[in-house]
């Protein structure tokens, strides 16, 4: 307070004392000017005015030079004869077009300065202009300075030396007196050389030439000069070049991959390459070895957003130390996981980067605070680098080979049963033609003119009923076409064969994210579909109507596309085995919930609890793609490849992960909305995080495939279903009923319904395949899916003594003694597996002697002692 006091009353208690009052009217004088002045430079508008002036000047100039080129003769005359007052202020004529000021100038510029070279000057004026108006450096001053004067400097000695000792002054006074200067002391040869070597030198410098010879080595521009920490290299003599080091890094068994030198693994020293000598790590001064980990990462764009201000920059360049190495700053985080299996190579890397410091554009580019070109990026599959693709011959053709040949009397007799039939009601045809497809023929149909469209759609089911055929659909109009459609089936059908349509070359270069490989139109052309784009399928159809069969023809597509680092399924199997032979690949391809036994679910409880995982997971990665500023898994999975995302941020390869459902109308039926809404939500949201999802039902009744989860799958699939109605509520659309079943389907996708005969994969095909990639080496375990603790759950909540784990009190000890809530700690000390302690854990939390679960960090003990547990326990009991 008193501080405060003698602070404030200080001025007032002294000022009196020591100075009289001051004259305001004088004060006012003094002051005001000065801050005007301040004022007056500092704003904008005397840049831009400035601005302005310099770039009239610089036009000026440059209209002045450029006439005084063509009337220098006779205006020369002139300025030599009158004085300069004449000049300005008599009536003399000149044939400048700026007048006696251009006249005057230009001269001065031309005769007594610098010759042609003058016109350096209007650039100057020019650069200064525009960097007022703009208000910012578009152009480095100091930087146009220096070149501006060498150019004057070179130009007009050099237009002095080559044209100079004519009338017209080519290099000006000054490139004459350079000029004379210089061939009075080298002579006209030595000038001329020195002309020479001064321009290449310039030339070399600014634009850096690569002179190759064929058979030699490459050489990096320029020996450099020392500007890193010093660290270790490859053996090497003392103060080579960097290109040497280079050289003698390869010859010491590295090799270089993407600007890295790799050594190659120790275990495996390569035949040719046993009698170099073995590599020595030295430290030389002029190159940093970064730790590949560090030299490969990159860390997040984010950090780089705020650039230098160019203006420390200009303060460096002034200083031009000439050409520096540039050596990349190593990024605080270290890189993506670089798999560290045995035998494989290690890298050491160095980066090596010429540059010069008073090249614009490039310390603009490399400055050290710009992430550096990757050096290697991160390859997901190197987990599992010798992982093999199934081959196509795991898989049957089932005589699909066969070109499809329709009966011409089968389809004579069609054509003449529907014109029939057609007349039977009245309706006439233009014109009627047919397309054989692989399970039905599609007729086209013209009808004649005042035919309506709608009659014949009226009269769907009698027409059928007419051509007594089953499956008989009638697709009045064909849309875009104006036709009418009637498909009938094939008395012989042809199969086809999943193996065909994997061969083709649709499949084969497909750059899809997710391929799938669905079946044949009716033209017999192939339907691939990418389920990313999808980006769910919904699959109904009665039982034994092919939806099995679809299935593992969309698991099996995939698996022949995609490597177990891309992809990962999570298989809900209620019937418990349509999808037990996926369990081969668990791990390889499958994911699960953590501490589960069994990746292939089949129980309602661990369906719940998945789907809420795959829930988490959803948000997990929504949240590093936020992080990561992606919108989605494509540009995030490209960003962390690129190895711009940092592993211990949590960022991570993600996989596509596809869950697929085999009876969902089983799941409705027992758990309800607990099924439902995690499914819709993940319906709604999953396909940007590249979680997509297959639900197929026999029974597609309103009450299992409900409004919400119809909304979230625009691309349904319908093999032959019992009802129209259930072909309404799949498709929207009836139809689906008059299919002919083995696998004759109708896909709604993209607004557009196709029939297609779904490609065949029989069971032991799978099996093939199954075993082909189960065979190989997958990783330790299948892919964990984040855990999740249901509230609802009553295990290891209040639980009666008799739900309590015999091993309980045992357990409880252990962790209390330990004190330590760590799950592997009970699985080690009790010989459990992860479930039961697990279990017992939960256990110990319901009875208040554990916290709860902290992810990957043990948990907190809540009891210290052991009498504490005893009193405890006594209490239970
Ligand atoms: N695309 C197809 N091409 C040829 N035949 C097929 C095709 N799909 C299925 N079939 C035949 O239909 C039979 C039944 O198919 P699938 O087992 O897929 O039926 P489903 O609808 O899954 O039956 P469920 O619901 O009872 O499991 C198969 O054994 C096969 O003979």
Redesign the pocket.
């Known amino acids: 307070m008193s501080k405060n006091k003698l602070k404030t009353e200080k001025p007032e208690s002294k000022k009196p004392p020591k100075s009289p009052a001051p004259n305001p009217d004088v004060l006012k004088k003094d002051k005001e000017p000065e801050v005007k002045v301040k004022e007056l430079v500092k704003d904008e508008r005397t840049h831009k005015v400035l601005g302005v002036f310099f770039l009239l000047l610089s036009v000026y100039c440059f209209i002045a030079f450029t006439s005084y080129l063509f009337t220098w003769e006779d205006d020369q005359d002139k300025i030599f004869h009158y004085s300069t007052r004449e000049l300005f202020f008599g009536d003399v004529k000149v044939d400048n077009l700026l007048g006696r000021l251009g006249a005057y100038v230009s001269h001065n510029f031309f005769f007594y300065g610098v010759g042609i070279a003058a016109y350096l000057f209007c650039y100057f004026f020019f650069i200064i202009g525009v960097n007022f108006i703009v208000g910012r450096r578009v152009f480095r001053i100091w930087r146009s300075i220096k070149y501006i004067l060498f150019g004057v400097l070179f130009i007009s000695m050099t237009m002095a030396f080559a044209i100079g000792g004519g009338d017209f002054p080519w290099g000006g006074a000054l490139g004459d007196a350079l000029n004379k200067w210089t061939t009075g002391f080298v002579g006209k040869t030595g000038t001329a050389l020195l002309l020479l070597v001064v321009g290449f030198s310039w030339l070399i410098w600014k634009f850096n030439f690569d002179f190759k010879w064929p058979e030699k080595k490459i050489k990096l521009p320029k020996p450099v000069p020392a500007a890193a920490p010093v660290a270790p290299v490859m053996q090497t003599t003392a103060a080579t070049p960097a290109a040497t080091a280079k050289e003698d890094a390869r010859k010491n068994g590295l090799r270089e991959e993407g600007g890295v030198m790799v050594i190659p693994p120790h275990a495996e020293p390569e035949e040719d390459e046993e009698d170099l000598p073995p590599m020595q790590l030295v430290e030389r001064e002029d190159i940093t070895v970064i730790p590949s980990a560090h030299a490969a990462y990159l860390p997040p764009e984010p950090a780089y957003e705020n650039e230098p201000p160019v203006e420390e920059e200009e303060e460096e360049e002034e200083e031009d130390p000439g050409p520096l190495l540039y050596i990349e700053e190593m990024p605080e985080q270290p890189l993506a996981p670089v798999s560290k299996k045995k035998g494989e190579p290690v890298e050491v890397a160095f980066e090596i980067k010429p540059t010069y410091q008073d090249e614009e554009d490039e310390v603009e580019e490399i400055a050290p605070t710009r992430p550096v070109e990757p050096v290697d990026p991160y390859d997901p599959s190197l987990d599992l680098r010798d992982y093999k693709f199934p081959t196509l011959d795991l898989l049957e053709n089932h005589n699909a080979d066969k070109v499809i040949v329709q009966d011409t009397a089968e389809l004579e007799k069609n054509k003449n049963q529907i014109i029939d039939t057609l007349k039977n009601y009245d309706i006439s045809i233009q014109k009627i033609s047919a397309t054989v497809g692989p399970t039905v023929t599609l007729y086209e149909i013209v009808p004649a003119a005042g035919v309506r469209i709608s009659r014949i759609k009226n009269l769907e089911d009698d027409i059928a009923l007419s051509l007594s055929a089953l499956g008989i659909r009638i697709i009045a109009p064909i849309p875009g076409k104006g036709t009418i459609g009637i498909e009938v089936p094939n008395v012989k059908k042809t199969?086809?064969s999943l193996k065909n349509m994997l061969a083709s070359e649709k499949f084969q270069t497909s750059t899809m994210d997710l391929p799938i490989a669905i079946?044949k139109k009716i033209d017999n052309e192939n339907f691939i579909a990418d389920l990313a784009k999808m980006p769910h399928l919904l699959m109904a159809?009665?039982?034994?109507?092919?939806?099995?069969?679809?299935i593992n023809?969309l698991l099996v597509s995939l698996l022949y596309k995609k490597h177990p680092s891309q992809l990962k399924f999570v298989l809900v199997d209620p019937?418990k085995v349509?999808l037990s032979l996926y369990k081969l690949i668990e791990k390889h391809f499958l994911a699960k919930l953590p501490g589960e036994d069994d990746a292939i679910i089949t129980d309602t409880k661990k369906v719940i609890h998945t789907l809420n995982a795959l829930c988490i997971e959803m948000d997990l990665r929504y949240d590093l793609l936020k992080e990561a500023g992606t919108r989605n898994i494509r540009e995030y999975n490209g960003k962390f490849t690129q190895r711009r995302l940092n592993p211990l941020k949590g960022h991570r390869y993600l996989p596509f992960i596809v869950l697929v459902v085999d009876e969902f109308a089983d799941l409705i039926m027992t758990a309800g909305k607990e099924v439902e809404m995690p499914i819709a939500r993940l319906a709604q949201l999953a396909r940007a995080v590249g979680i997509h999802l297959i639900i197929a039902t026999?029974r597609p009744s309103v009450n299992i495939i409900t409004g919400t989860i119809k909304a979230n799958f625009p691309a349904r699939v319908a093999?032959k279903v019992s009802s129209k109605i259930d072909s309404r509520t799949i498709l929207d659309i009836g139809g689906a009923e008059q299919l002919i079943?083995?696998?004759d389907m109708l896909v709604s996708f993209n607004g557009e319904l196709v029939r297609l005969?779904?490609?065949?994969v029989d069971t032991p095909e799978v099996e093939n395949v199954a075993e082909f990639i189960g065979n190989q080496k997958g990783y330790p375990d299948a892919f964990l899916l984040p855990e999740y603790v249901d509230d609802k759950d009553p295990d290891g909540r209040e639980l009666s003594i008799a739900d309590r784990d015999p091993l309980f009190e045992e357990a409880a000890q252990v962790i209390v003694t330990t004190q330590q809530g760590s799950t592997s700690l009970l699985q080690r000390r009790m010989k459990l597996g992860y479930n039961r302690a697990g279990r017992l854990m939960d256990q110990l939390e319901a009875a208040n002697i554990v916290g709860p679960n902290m992810g990957s960090k043990a948990r907190d003990v809540l009891v210290k002692t052991e009498s504490e547990l005893n009193e405890i326990l006594n209490n239970l009991l």
Do not use: D, L, N, R
């Not at 159809?541 to 679809?550: E, L, M, P």
């Open positions: 199969i086809v079946g159809g009665a039982t034994g109507q092919g939806k099995s069969v679809g023809t019937k349509e026999q093999f079943g083995q696998g005969q779904c490609a065949f």
